[in-house]
Nanobody, 123 residues
Framework: QVQLVESGGGLVQAGGSLRLSCAAS????????MGWFRQAPGKEREFVAA????????YYADSVKGRFTISRDNAKNTVYLQMNSLKPEDTAVYYC????????????????WGQGTQVTVSS
């Protein structure tokens, strides 16, 4: 069993930066691939970024490539999402998720989900 708790969301102006954190409970965190998803009002949840269990492989949605960076610290049971050059269209609730493989993270078939943290980017 893994429990995920996101933090770090907030209100930021366009062009600014935020770093989201996702703290995981459970001793098996390091065996899971992790990902970030987001859901804007009136839209379906979409994939943002994923990272393998070791941190050696990452994958990004085209819309955030070059602006967002996913990373993890297995010693701290935490995964991060550094978001730079934020745009109003990045406004959404951001969720972290855990799955067995990088592929299943990207596919959205995750075993565990956090409760989400709101990110609002003003123009």
């Amino acid at each position: 069993q893994v429990q995920l708790v996101e933090s770090g969301g907030g209100l930021v102006q366009a062009g600014g930066s935020l770093r989201l954190s996702c703290a995981a409970s459970g001793r098996t965190f390091s065996s899971y691939a992790m990902g970030w998803f987001r859901q804007a009002p009136g839209k379906e949840r979409e994939f943002v970024a994923a990272i393998s269990w070791s941190g050696g492989s990452t994958y990004y949605a085209d819309s955030v490539k070059g602006r967002f960076t996913i990373s993890r610290d297995n010693a701290k049971n935490t995964v991060y999402l550094q978001m730079n050059s934020l745009k109003p269209e990045d406004t959404a609730v951001y969720y972290c998720a855990a799955s067995q493989t990088l592929r299943t993270v990207v596919a959205g078939t995750n075993d565990y989900w956090g409760q989400g943290t709101q990110v609002t980017v003003s123009s």
